[in-house]
Each structure stands twice: as structure tokens, then as C-alpha cells.
């Protein structure tokens, strides 16, 4: 392959382009991960993971991708045949739903159109017909990758605290964590799922649970089997920063800084950036006269925007010529979607200009696909954050 000038644009809604100081921090010895040195680090980055959750309780690392700490959340809470409750919001959903199956669990999947979120009324309304608690979990998956619809975790969980059920509550923050508002504690999450691949500015590797007090009760009595995945020697060992297993250590390195870039910046200006660039992305989509995947303004995604194509043109061919002629990545419409829509990432490491080249790229390769659209997308998202000079750099 011939060597391309400038920086590949990787607009995919993760992995998410990772930045200098991350990988700089990443291009060190590897060191003993049963000596002190490591041990005083994962203790110190463990303690702000759980300020990037929002949570006081355990939070487990895995050397895993995000799939991993899918499996951990189940395994570790649950028992064969254990019924759960889970939400037809995406692909994702659907894959966390087939895993649960594959490990014995019996998922109820309330369908849904891939255009909203978890209608918290359902949840509600089936709770309260499970009179006998049945249902062990309602798994959620907050912001849906595959198509840019983020649930409303909050408003489930009043509609299970409605309802007066004792099921647990699983929640998927794969590509919102330290991206879109988030609190584990505060909104009564028993586990939240995590990787670092997205809002962490990490490359793919590394996978979390935060863990409530109710959740870790529940470990006491599941019976799912489970040995990589267990919580409980990896959460004995956490304490004084050791692992039952060999870590990824260099992640860790990068952890430890893409950490430290979040809480400088702060993580509520990292989510007002999200939201500005989520809502420049929505102007120039709708000058082109094209179409948001989500329907719900209240479900909008501030980490990325799936966007419709018109009827007999198809995203993959865009996407490849946005790829060849302009060397950017973006995602494309998986399983049902596939050909329909495609995806711009905007979370992560990311600011107005790299927000600007994004939409210029695609601008321009509409242009070149020959799909029908307004000029003028670019020009609306510049309006916008002329107009909305705040957190632009943040
Ligand atoms: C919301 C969501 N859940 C789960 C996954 C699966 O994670 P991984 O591919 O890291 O195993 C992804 C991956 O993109 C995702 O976006």
C-alpha cells in the first residue's frame, strides 16, 4: 500500500482516533505488573475510573474488547434459565441479546423499529405485569453505535423503581462512556459495561463493569459458570492494585492519561463539545436534505449520527469513495441497515476542525456518488459553531 500524506481521518463511532499524548503515554517499558510500580498505577487508575462512571462501588478492568465485559455482566449476576428483559434497539442490543442466550439465559426481547430507544412506558408496563419477578435483569444498551439512538436510562429506571421490581438493571455504555452524560450511582445502575475504545480515546483492549452493591449481592448466588470473567478474585486483587491475571499493562500506561485529558478538560465540557458537534453534524445532514436515522430529538446521539441514504443509493458505495478520494473511514449500516445508512462519528478525541473536514468529506462525496443532496451541510455546521464558540477546543 502506497503511503497517503496527512492524517487518515478514522470517523467510524469507534475505534475513535487516538490521540498523541494516549499513545505517547502507551510507547513505554512494560514493567512488572506484580510490583509496586504497577501497582500503585492501577490502583491510582482504577480510582479514576470510577470517577469517569460516577460510582464510589468496584469497578472491574478486563483485558477483553467491550464483548468481554458484556459476557462479565451476565455471568457474574446471573443463573441458567434466569429470565431477562431486553430491548430490540439496534444490532447491538441484538447481540448482547444472542450472547445472553448462548450462556442459558431466557431473553424476552421487546421488538423495536432501529429508530428509537427503550420506551420506558414498555418497561414499565411489562414489569408490572411480571407479578412474580420473573425477570432477574432488564438489559439496556444506552447509546445504540449502530444507530445513533441513546435510551433514556433515567427514565427506565423510574419506570422499573414505578413498576416495584427487584430486577437489576444492565447497562451498555460502550459508545457513550465519557462521551454523553452518564451516572451509574446517581441513576441506579446495577452493572455498566464499558470499553476503551471509544469516549476513552483508547485503542480497542481494554473493557469495564462498574458494579453496584445489589449487583455484587446477586454474584454471591449466580450460578452461571465463570472463571476469566469472575469478579470476585479480580475485585480482591484490585484492592491493592494487583490482577489475578497478567493485565494489558500498556493500555493501562494509556488509561492513566486519556484519564487525565478528560479531567482537564472536564467531563462536563467533554460532554458539551459531544453535544455541539452532534448538533452541527444534525444541521449539515439536514441542509444536504437528507435524513437522521433517530427519530426522537430526546434520543438523540451526541457521539455519533446515522444517516439515511436515498432510496436506491447505497451508503457502502459512498463510503468507499469517501475512503479512496479523501482517505476518511466512516461507519456503515450493519445488519439490517447495511447499504442504508452510514455513520459519522464525532466522539472522542475530536474538535471543530477535524468536525469541519468530516462533513467536508462527506459533502463532497456525495457530490461525487452522484447522491442527490443540497449543498450547504458544511456551511450550516460552520454557522453553528461560529455562532457556538463555546467548549469549541475542549
Ligand atoms: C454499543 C456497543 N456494544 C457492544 C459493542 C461490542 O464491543 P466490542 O466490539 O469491543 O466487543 C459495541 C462495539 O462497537 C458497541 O458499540
Redesign the pocket.
Known amino acids: 500500500m502506497t503511503a497517503r500524506s496527512g492524517r487518515h481521518f478514522l470517523q467510524i463511532?469507534?475505534p475513535t482516533n487516538v490521540p498523541d499524548r494516549v499513545l505517547r503515554a502507551m510507547d513505554a517499558a512494560t514493567i512488572d505488573h506484580r510490583g509496586p510500580e504497577f501497582f500503585a498505577l492501577a490502583r491510582e487508575v482504577i480510582a479514576g475510573m470510577k470517577r469517569i462512571f460516577r460510582t464510589t462501588g468496584p469497578v472491574a478492568v478486563y483485558g477483553?474488547?467491550?464483548?468481554?465485559a458484556?459476557e462479565a455482566a451476565l455471568v457474574n449476576t446471573l443463573s441458567p434459565g434466569d429470565r431477562v428483559l431486553a430491548f430490540e434497539t439496534g444490532h447491538?442490543a441484538t447481540?448482547?441479546k444472542q450472547l445472553a442466550e448462548r450462556l442459558g439465559v431466557a431473553v424476552e426481547l421487546m421488538p423495536g423499529d432501529w429508530r428509537h430507544g427503550v420506551d420506558p412506558a414498555a418497561v414499565e408496563a411489562r414489569l408490572t405485569a411480571d407479578k412474580a419477578h420473573a425477570f432477574k435483569a432488564v438489559m439496556v444498551?444506552h447509546?445504540?453505535?449502530?444507530t445513533g439512538v441513546t435510551s433514556r436510562v433515567p427514565e427506565v429506571r423510574a419506570a422499573i423503581d414505578r413498576a416495584k421490581h427487584p430486577a437489576l438493571l444492565l447497562v451498555?455504555t460502550?459508545?457513550s462512556l465519557a462521551s454523553i452524560d452518564y451516572r451509574h450511582d446517581a441513576w441506579g445502575v446495577d452493572v455498566t459495561?464499558a470499553?476503551s475504545?471509544?469516549g476513552l480515546m483508547l485503542p480497542?483492549g481494554l473493557?469495564f463493569n462498574a458494579i453496584s452493591a445489589k449487583a455484587l449481592a446477586a454474584n454471591k448466588t449466580a450460578k452461571l459458570p465463570r472463571s476469566y470473567w469472575d469478579w470476585e478474585p479480580l475485585i480482591a486483587a484490585n484492592e491493592t492494585g494487583g490482577f489475578p491475571y497478567t493485565p494489558a499493562t500498556n493500555l493501562i500506561y494509556g488509561l492513566k492519561a486519556a484519564i487525565a485529558m478528560l479531567e482537564e478538560q472536564g467531563l462536563e465540557a467533554v460532554f458539551q463539545r459531544h453535544d455541539r458537534h452532534a448538533e452541527a453534524t444534525r444541521r449539515a445532514v439536514r441542509a444536504w436534505g437528507l435524513e437522521v436515522l433517530a427519530q426522537d430529538p430526546r434520543e438523540f446521539s451526541s457521539s455519533l449520527t446515522a444517516v439515511v441514504m436515498p432510496a436506491g443509493h447505497d451508503a457502502d458505495a459512498l463510503r468507499r469513495i469517501i475512503l479512496e478520494r479523501f482517505d476518511m473511514s466512516l461507519g456503515a449500516g450493519l445488519t439490517k441497515l447495511k447499504g442504508k445508512v452510514f455513520r459519522i462519528g464525532h466522539l472522542g478525541d475530536f474538535n471543530d476542525l477535524m468536525l469541519m473536514g468530516t462533513l467536508a468529506g462527506v459533502e463532497m462525496g456525495l457530490g461525487i456518488a452522484g447522491v442527490p443532496h443540497q449543498r450547504g451541510g458544511a456551511q450550516a455546521a460552520m454557522d453553528y459553531l461560529a455562532g457556538n464558540a463555546k467548549t469549541g477546543a475542549g
Open positions: 463511532p469507534g477483553a474488547s467491550g464483548t468481554g458484556w447491538f447481540l448482547w444498551v447509546n445504540e453505535t449502530s451498555d460502550i459508545s459495561v470499553g475504545q471509544k480497542p473493557s
